[in-house]
């Protein structure tokens, strides 16, 4: 296991009704902007929660957060949220809303362009304090300090993360996330099943809990994710789902182990060209980058068809084929596609072109071990094209 430091300051407020409970957490009198997305919040009741919650408080609203946030409308609410003296953001939405908001209260503050946050990871020395009710569980933003922004004009989609970005607190109210369409409760089981995998589909580092804590998610999402998406109001399956999604991505599975994140680093590249679901796009990646790194990769391959799908029979390469066979059936059973040709406007020189992306930003040597080069990025993407 290799050295770690390890905080979340993130307060989880899970469970029914828990959003009333915001107002134990922000002090009466607060200016507090609520920003949101196209309009689900407004017709599943969360709105009417929020506000209710917030009666003690001066409220500044800003709606029309996009999915895949874009850097123009954010900037629209830094503007309004300067102007308006606020003092605390709460976002209240998915991933979307919840990495918008980051950027705007990293803005807020900020000195000098604000797309460098984005751009050049230029570090903040403030930002403004965030809360967060989650809607959609999938992406773990409610509790870490990543955020995800889009820049149309340029076709960019960059992460940043600061320690200043955990939000201070995040209310995980199961019955909020039942209004949400199939296609989106499918998504975040992906999306949370892959960012388990980064963390763990490297290489073994003697991190024995750590495997355990990944495997026991994997099994979970692999238990509740279609049990979910059956039955949208079955309580405790959408609430070990949730659970399941905030625990793959607060921090705790990545301690001590190396990581991945090569497919999410392709993945964005897939979603800035052409607007595929951000989930779609690791679903449409990852089995493939796990066959081309397989060498690398064959300790935690062999470890992972066993001990999540209790492969024991057959030859190492074919229980390997086993495993990547397996999940690329999960996923699609989920209905995400895992090839990229089944997406229409996807074009043929894509391979090339997300190599060459990957390339210009100098991201050159991706992967727990730094192996995954533009050239290896093409071999990915190229079995991926195959019909
Ligand atoms: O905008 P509204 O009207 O709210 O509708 C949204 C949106 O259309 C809808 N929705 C959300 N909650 C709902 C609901 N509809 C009905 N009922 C509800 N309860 O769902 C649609 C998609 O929302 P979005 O927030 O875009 O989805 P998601 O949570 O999957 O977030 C995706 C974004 O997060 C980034 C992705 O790249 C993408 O930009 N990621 C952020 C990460 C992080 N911060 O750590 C890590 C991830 O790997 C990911 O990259
Ligand atoms: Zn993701």
């Given at each position: 296991m290799t050295n770690f430091e390890y905080r979340n300051p993130t307060k989880i407020l899970f469970g029914k009704g828990q959003i009333a409970s915001i107002a134990k957490e922000i002090a009466p009198g607060t200016k507090v902007m609520v920003t949101y997305g196209g309009g689900s919040i407004k017709s599943n009741g969360v709105y009417e929660q929020t506000m209710a919650a917030l009666s003690g408080c001066t409220v500044v609203e800003f709606g029309g957060i996009e999915p895949n946030p874009e850097y123009e409308t954010l900037m629209k609410a830094v503007r309004l949220g300067r102007a308006e003296k606020v003092e605390l953001l709460l976002a209240v939405g998915g991933g979307s809303v919840l990495d918008g908001t980051k950027f705007i209260a990293a803005a807020?503050?900020?000195?000098?362009?604000?797309?460098d946050i984005v751009r050049k990871g230029a570090p903040l020395e403030r930002s403004m304090p965030i809360g967060s009710i989650l809607t959609?569980?999938?992406?773990?933003?409610?509790?870490?300090?990543f955020a995800v922004i889009s820049r149309r004009e340029t076709s960019e989609k960059l992460a940043f993360a600061s320690?200043?970005?955990?939000?201070q607190f995040a209310v995980l109210?199961?019955?909020?996330?039942?209004?949400?369409?199939p296609r989106q409760v499918a998504n975040g089981v992906v999306d949370a099943f892959v960012h388990t995998m980064e963390q763990?589909?490297?290489?073994?580092?003697?991190a024995e809990l750590n495997d355990r804590f990944a495997e026991g998610i994997l099994q979970t999402l692999l238990e509740v994710g279609p049990r979910t998406l059956a039955n949208p109001e079955e309580y405790d399956a959408r609430a070990t789902f949730v659970w399941s999604a905030t625990l793959a991505l607060n921090g705790l599975i990545g301690c001590g182990v190396p990581q991945d994140w090569a497919t999410h680093m392709i993945g964005h590249e897939l979603t800035a060209l052409y607007g595929i679901d951000h989930a779609r796009t690791l679903a449409a990646v990852a089995p493939h980058l796990w066959r081309v790194c397989q060498e690398g990769k064959a300790a935690k391959l062999l470890q992972y068809a066993e001990r999540v799908w209790g492969i024991k029979d057959g030859s190492a390469a074919e229980r390997m084929e086993a495993g990547i066979r397996k999940t690329e059936e999960f996923f699609e059973a989920m209905g995400l596609p895992t090839k990229l040709s089944k997406y229409e406007n996807v074009q043929a020189g894509t391979a090339q072109e997300v190599a060459a992306r990957l390339e210009g930003r100098g991201f050159k040597k991706l992967g727990e071990r730094g192996e995954v080069t533009p050239a290896l990025v093409e071999q990915i993407l190229a079995r991926s094209l195959a019909a």
């Open positions: 807020i503050p900020f000195e000098g362009e604000e797309w959609l569980p999938a992406t773990g933003s409610e509790s870490n300090a320690d200043h970005s955990y939000p109210d199961p019955e909020t996330t039942f209004s949400l369409p763990y589909m490297t290489f073994p580092a003697k």
